[in-house]
Structure formats: C-alpha cells, structure tokens
C-alpha cells in the first residue's frame, strides 16, 4: 500500500496558508520578557496556569480549585506535562503525553487506542475536560480524541473530583489546555517523517495583532500506517482563537477546533491464547483481526467556545467558560469475539457503528478575595450545566459462519462482506439525552502557613434513553439521579518549600444503562483519602511529590456471563484502590533535565457476585510502575548546541481473569521494560544564517520490544506499541 503524494501535499498546504494568513502586525514583537509568560493580563507573575511554561516544571495549575494557585498549595495529587515535554518526548497523543505519570497506566490498549484511553489508580475512563469543560462525551461516546498538537499542557489530578467537576469517574481527571492567544510573538512550522510510513507537518503562530486584540492559529496533518496490516491513521485539525480585552478588567477569548480522521485507526482485541499463552503459537505483531473489504474509520468534531474573566474590584472576579461540541463517527469492522481452543482459527463479528453526539457545556463562578480577621479567603461560588445529546446504532452480523473464522497463523484477507443470505441486525438504536445541573462552593482558607480546602457540590441530572427497538413500556425510560459530593484538605507550607497535606474527597457517576429487568442502575459513588507531602526546592526549578491513598468505590457495575444469553452487567460491587505514588519534576542545572516516578497500586474486589473475582486485584493494573527520564544539553565547547534525552519506562505484571462455567480465574499478564531516546541539535550553534532551524530526533520502545500490554479476560488482550523513530525539522522566526 502506497501513501499518496497528493494527500501529504493538502497537509504541506496547510503551512503555507498560516503563513499567509499570519497578520503582518505579528511582525512587531510585543516585549514580554519581563513576565516571561504569554498573556500580559496580570503584573508580576512568572508563570500561568493556562500559560506557556518554560521547561519541563510546571509550578502552578487551575485543574484541583479552579483558581490559578501554586501546586505545592494544592492538597491534592496534581501531575502537569508540559508542552516542552510534550515536544522532547515526541507525544502523538494525549495517552502518550502521559508515559512518565505515575498512577496513570497509558496504552493499556497498545496501538488499538483510537480513544486515549487510560487508567488511574485503577480506575478506566478517566474524565477528560478541556478548558475547564466536559470533553468526554457520554458513556455511549468514548472515542473523542484531541491531537495533542493543539495543546499547551495536559495535567491529571488523581481521585474523586465531583466537588467542583460534578460527575466523574473515581480516577479523577485529565485536564486539557488550549494553545492560547500570546502577546509573544510565536511563528513556528515543523515537518516530521519517521517508520510506518509517518508524514507530518505542523504550524503554531502568534501574537498581537492591536494593544488588546491576540491571536492564536495551530494546526497538524498526520499520516500513518498503525500497527495491524491495512489499518491507517489519518488526520487533520487546525485551531484558530483570539483573545480580546476591551478594558484592563475584562478578557475575551475565543477558543475553536476542527478536526477530521478520516482513518481513526482500530479498537479490537486478541485472545489470551496466542499473546499470553503461547502453547499453540504466537499471534504475528501486525495481525488485523478485521478485513480490508470490510474496514471503515471516520470520525470528525469540532468544537466552538470561549473563556470570559471579568474583575469587578481587586476582590471580585466573575469567569464564564461555554463550549459547544460536535462529533460524528463511523465504524465497520470485524469484531474479535472468541477463538477455538483447539487450533489457531478465532471468530469474528462483522459490526457497523454510527455515533452522532452534541454536547453544549457552561460554568459560571464567582471568585472572591476578602479576609476574616487573621483568615484570609479565596471563595468561589459556582453554577455549571451540561447538555449532551448521543444517538448511536450498533448493527451486527450474528452466524456460525465459517468464513468469517479467520487462522492467525495462515490469514486469509478480502473476504466477501457480507456472505450470501447474511443480514446485518439492529442491536442497539438509542437516542440518549442528558442533562445535568451543578451548584458548587469552595473556599481556600489561609491562616499564617495553613492552608484549608472546603468544597461541596450538588448535581442533579436526567438522562432520557429512547430505545427504537423497544416497543411500549420499554421504549423509553428516564434516568433521574441526584448527589452531594465533597472534598476537605489541609496542607501546611513551610518556609522552606516542604508542604505536607491531608485530604478526602468524593465523587458520582451515573450509570446510564438498565439492568437485564431494565431497572435503573444507581450511580456508583467513591470516597478517597489522600495524604502526601510536596517540595519545591527554593530558588529552583525542582517540584517532588509524593503521596499515599486508600480509595473505595461501591455500587459497582461487573459483566456477568451468566446472567442472559450473553451475559449482563450486575451491580453488586464494591472495589478499593491503596497505594504510594512519587514525582520529580527537575531542572538541576542550566543543561541537566530531569523526570523520575514511581507508583505502588494494591487493588482488590471487596463485594461482587461474580465467583472467583472477590479478593483479586483489578484488571488491567500494575502492582508497579516505574520511569525515569535525563536530558542533557551541552551548552559550550565543540559539541554546543546538541542535547541528547534517555528514558526508561517499566510496567509491572498485571492481571486479566478467564471464565469457566461462570467462575473467573485470574492470569497474569508479565512485566516489561520500554526504552526511549531523543536526539536534538541547534544547526544556528555553528552556523549563525540558519538561526531558527533545529533538528530533533526520537525513538520510542528502541529497541522495538514485543509485549502484551495488558488483558481485561482471555478474549481481551492487546499487544503494545512497537518502535516509533521519527526526525523532525523545526523552524522558528
């Protein structure tokens, strides 16, 4: 298969049209070097949390309170990857952006990820926000997926956050933040080609185009070959915003994307035998489990909003964040869905899916300064809504037929679709509605060193499921829940830059889908508490946290096969996460970067009905994960202008479970060790003419180890990403 040269030209294309487009005004650089930052709103500081960070420390986020504080003030795990760290380590995704976390699992599905999908503490689809605002779609829409090209920073924070998040899921959040207008002027286009046939070319540009008018415009055109044969990645996505500030009180920013993937890569599985168990073989790295005559992956979105801070007093500022979003996706497939254990052959399920899902999301709150004799407050009182609108149809073939069997050892593609006398049948046909309302209060108190979190949340929300398969009483059904959530933290921050903490917090998450009787199901709840101890070493650019947690979840939904024809979920669950985490974030010198983790995760199912699942671990979690990461830069002498980075990533064994007669047994999926490298060089260190031009580049998984990323059960198994090596050419004027 060829890459066509007319494709990658409309991605080149792209570049030459931001550099038109770029205003003439951004030729005049506005002097920022003072603040070093990228908004010239407020004196003083050196950083933003919604800003350009310098390096890999990021020392302040808004993602735990909402307000723009110090990290080492936060009781609460927070970990921030930077853009710069994004870039050195070459993230082609948000999962990927995260590598070096610890307590977060990425690409726990390997290359069949078309959705980002991680895990934390535990815990799966994590809650993802973007700007502030809900970017997961519903619980039938977990395929949206952001080019991390488009972003400034991605941040975690880890545990229950419905106080001021309303519903999520116990592994707390991924933040997303925006490239944002700068007064800074930026003009920077990139190409990049690397195996599995890579072409790439970016642009990011900048500046001010009047004394209070900044823009922002960034865009990316990917092109892949993904792991299995004939399955590809391709995509487009551009994003234009400005910024507007009428009156030094008041900023206007505008924030959009558009993105299209018209090859959204793959999410199948493979079975246990075959990746884990290899007594009758092993399963070829790149064997597809679908078919070329029959494989379709398009998904588009975009999203228009904006970012409203308008400060009444020194006292009193009110923020308003909205976005509405749009995505539309299409699937067909061959679906894995068991293997004969007497050979190589698996089955397969040929299935069309269609996704159509609109979401408009606000936040509203109030932020005020004000002190209480030796108390001082920072007070915020909020109002958010959410409206979601998803309408999904699942369409299947169902037969015992052979020639949708395919031998992994011998596999035979382009296979009629479907066979004669096939017919595709209607298995779901939903339109699901939600909306959701929130009213939150938070107030960080500061006495002398101590610093006190008190927040509480009240949600409400409806989902109305319309099932156009149904008939009479089953056709529709509303969904109501409410809830009251919480998070309490106390943290004392010396002067030496050491600041222990203590915190609980809660969260909610409903459950939108019935019980085999069509009931209801409640929303799951859980309840975390956390304590830890931050240091950021004075007069340095070095952050190092480190943190011990126990965390509960109840009402649990777990797939029972032997509940209906093909199994049910059952909520009767009850599972608790404990465990110890360690980060440094660190700039030890001028030329020595530096990033190291460490995580312990003790899972356990506490109440279930499922025999054979009570007392093991959960699924598709390491015990252990470590990853350390150097840079060095040399800045003199014959080699000035090169760095070179190194990184050691290690997951521990994790589980999987097997059924036999309703009863799961547990298996262990072994460890593996992945290691990454990078290569830059200044070509304006020597030769002063070709000031702006850089080469970078990057190999991840070097030394192209074949593992089993992880299993959720014996017919869900994923093998992990191969070496990625690429080279890049940056230019910035």
């Known amino acids: 298969m060829s890459i066509s040269p007319l494709k990658f030209s409309k991605i080149s294309a792209l570049i030459v049209l931001a550099i038109f487009v770029n205003p003439a005004v951004a030729e005049e650089t506005v002097d920022d070097s003072a603040n070093n930052t990228d908004t010239i709103y407020v004196e003083g500081k050196t950083e933003y949390a919604t800003g350009r960070v310098k390096g890999i420390v990021a020392t302040r986020s808004m993602l735990a309170t909402k307000s723009d504080i110090p990290l080492i003030k936060t009781p609460q795990s927070v970990s921030v990857i930077t ?10 995704s948000v999962s990927q952006a995260l590598r070096y976390t610890p307590g977060v699992f990425t690409e726990y599905r390997g290359d069949s990820n078309r959705a980002d999908e991680v895990r934390v503490r535990g815990f799966g689809y994590a809650s993802r926000y973007l700007d ?14 952001l080019n991390p090209w488009l972003l400034e920073r991605v941040e975690v924070i880890k545990g229950p956050s419905s106080a001021l998040y309303g519903q999520s899921s116990p592994a707390g959040l991924i933040g997303m933040t925006s490239k944002r207008p700068t007064a800074e002027t930026i003009r920077h286009v990139q190409v990049r080609a690397g195996n599995q046939r890579l072409r790439e070319a970016a642009f990011d540009f900048g500046g001010a185009i009047t004394d209070n008018v900044l823009f922002r415009l960034n865009g990316i055109g990917t092109e892949r070959d993904a792991q299995p044969k004939f399955v590809r990645e391709e995509s487009i996505a551009i994003a234009p915003a400005l910024t507007w500030m009428p009156s030094e009180n008041t900023t206007f920013t505008l924030l959009t994307n558009y993105q299209k993937d018209p090859d959204a890569n793959e999410r199948n599985f493979l079975p246990k035998r075959g990746t884990v168990d290899k007594s009758h ?16 992956s398009w998904r588009e979105q975009y999203s228009v909003g904006y970012a409203l801070d308008h400060d009444f007093n020194d006292n009193l500022t009110f923020r308003q964040n909205l976005r509405y979003t749009k995505n539309t996706q299409r699937f067909k497939y061959m679906l894995y869905t068991y293997d004969d254990k007497s050979n190589t052959s698996i089955h397969r399920r040929p299935q069309t899916e269609h996704i159509n899902n609109k979401e408009l999301t606000m936040d509203n709150r109030l932020e005020s300064l004000f002190d209480t004799g030796i108390v001082t407050h920072n007070a915020t009182l909020g109002f958010d809504y959410k409206w979601n609108r998803d309408d999904s149809q699942l369409n299947r073939i169902d037969p015992e037929h052979r020639d949708y069997v395919i031998d992994w050892k011998h596999p035979r593609y382009h296979i009629s679709v479907p066979k004669a006398g096939d017919k595709f049948t209607a298995q779901n046909d939903n339109l699901q509605a939600l909306k959701q309302i929130g009213i939150y209060l938070q107030d960080q108190l500061e006495i002398d060193k101590w610093n006190i979190l008190l927040a509480g949340r009240y949600d409400k929300s409806k989902v109305n499921i319309k099932n156009r398969l149904a008939t009479g009483k089953d056709k529709r059904t509303a969904i109501d829940d409410n809830a009251f959530t919480t998070r309490v933290g106390i943290l004392y921050a010396f002067d030496n830059g050491i600041s222990p903490y203590v915190s609980y917090s809660t969260s909610f998450q409903p459950n939108a889908s019935l019980d085999i009787n069509k009931k209801a199901f409640k929303p799951s709840k859980s309840a975390q508490i956390e304590t830890g101890i931050k240091y950021q070493i004075p007069n340095s650019k070095t952050l190092l946290t480190a943190a011990i947690y126990h965390l509960n979840e109840k009402d649990v939904l777990t797939y029972d096969s032997s509940v209906g024809k093909y199994g049910w979920n059952v909520q009767t669950g009850k599972v608790r996460s404990q465990g110890f985490e360690f980060e440094a974030h660190s700039e030890l010198t001028p030329n020595i970067d530096l990033i190291a983790s460490y995580s312990y995760a003790d899972t356990e199912y506490k109440k279930t009905t499922v025999v054979g699942l009570k007392g093991n671990p959960i699924e598709q979690t390491p015990k252990h994960q470590v990853s350390l990461w150097g840079d060095y830069k040399f800045i003199d002498g014959a080699l000035n202008g090169l760095s070179s980075g190194f990184g050691i990533r290690h997951t521990g064994s994790s589980s999987g479970f097997e059924n036999n007669n309703s009863h799961r047994y547990r298996f262990a999926v072994s460890s593996y060790t992945l290691y990454d490298w990078t290569l830059r060089y200044d070509l304006s260190a020597k030769m002063p003419s070709m000031k702006g031009l850089s080469l970078q580049v990057n190999a991840n998984n070097l030394f192209n180890k074949h593992y089993v990323s992880s299993c959720a059960g014996e017919s869900a198994c994923f093998y992990g990403v191969e070496r990625q090596f690429s080279a890049v050419l940056n230019y910035d004027w």
């Open 83 to 92: 853009r710069d760290q994004m870039d050195l380590q070459n993230a082609a």
């Open 281 to 296: 073989g092993k399963i070829p790295y790149d064997f597809a489990v679908s078919d070329p005559n029959f494989f379709d």
């Open 132 to 145: 502030g605002l809900n970017y997961s779609g519903t619980l039938n829409s977990r395929n949206v997926a």
